[in-house]
């Protein structure tokens, strides 16, 4: 492929360049704001910007009582992580919103409804669903539906303002009926430069309790493991770490602190893993 040569003048139109007036557009920068702008751009190329007005929404779908019908049981514990999530997210400074034993139809409505809010003014958006799950889908009160429907409604081409800014999904729900008994052991991405268009995936960023096709664990008096793990892991490293290192925290603390006691067959002594999938194009810290 040729090599295409940029000016600067097209640099201008990147997604997360900070804005430039209009009597600096019209005329032609002289050496020395070109150099500042350069400095700008350098800065700001491998980290979302998070000096918006707003932090951003916080969406938390607490389901805990569900129909009959469902074949799922009650949700004890979940009380106790949505707590703790309302607490630990306002603290990074959003607007949290909780939701209580949502239908299907009532989980598509309120999350569509906030895709058609104008975000413009927010560095960020999370969702956080607590219910029961299967790979790929998640438990509405009165039966599932794919996590797709949901996560798509904030794709670049439905929510325009959210382009080019994070979308976090934090799932805490099963993704199988698989458990995980543990192994003994031995031994204790880049930025869309001066293109013109980016996918409409990007910017998306899934932490899921679990790995595809397992359970995931959670104690009915404190809460689940992979809950009460990432708000603990967030109030002591959000002011300082970026998120995928956040999460990886995460993944040690489930994976070394825990284990299942249970006094049914089979399930006692198991272990869990979440799962990280980034789509993420830049690193995000929660400071500005």
């Known amino acids: 492929m040729a090599h295409i040569k940029v000016d600067l003048k097209a640099g201008e139109d990147l997604l997360d360049a900070k804005s430039i007036s209009e009597s600096q557009r019209n005329g032609e920068p002289s050496g020395d704001l070109l150099k500042k702008k350069a400095k700008q751009i350098d800065g700001c190329e491998f980290q979302y910007r998070m000096d918006y007005p707003e932090m951003g929404l916080c969406c938390i779908i607490n389901n805990k009582n569900f129909h009959p019908s469902t074949q799922m049981g009650f949700r ?79 794709r670049g081409d439905r929510c325009k303002s959210l382009v080019g800014k994070p ?41 899921y309790s679990t790995v595809p096709g397992y359970y995931s664990w959670r104690n009915t008096l404190n809460g689940s493991w992979f809950i009460q793990s990432l708000c603990e892991m967030l109030n002591l490293h959000a ?49 500005k």
Do not use: W
């Not at 199988?176 to 268009?197: H, I, N, T």
């Open 239 to 287: 002011n300082k770490l970026e998120i995928m290192h956040i999460l990886t925290r995460v993944n040690r603390k489930v994976a070394l602190e825990f284990e299942s006691s249970s006094n049914h067959p089979g399930f006692n002594a198991m272990k869990q893993i979440p799962c990280i999938v980034s789509m993420l194009t830049k690193e995000l810290y929660f400071i």
């Open 167 to 207: 979308k976090l999904f934090f799932i805490q729900a099963c993704r199988g009926s698989e458990l995980d008994a543990g192994v003994e052991a031995d031994s204790k991405s880049d930025d869309y430069g001066d293109r013109q268009k980016i996918p409409v995936e990007a910017d998306f960023l899934f932490a």
């Open 76 to 154: 004890s514990g979940t009380d106790v992580d949505a707590i703790a999530l309302r607490k630990t997210f306002q603290t990074l400074g959003f607007d949290v919103k909780v939701v209580h034993d949502q239908t299907c139809d009532n989980i598509i409505n309120v999350l569509k409804s906030v895709a058609q809010e104008d975000h413009s003014k927010r560095n960020c958006f999370v969702c956080i669903v607590l219910s029961h799950g299967d790979d790929g889908k998640i438990f509405g009160t009165d039966g599932c539906l794919e996590l797709m429907f949901l996560t798509r409604l904030f």
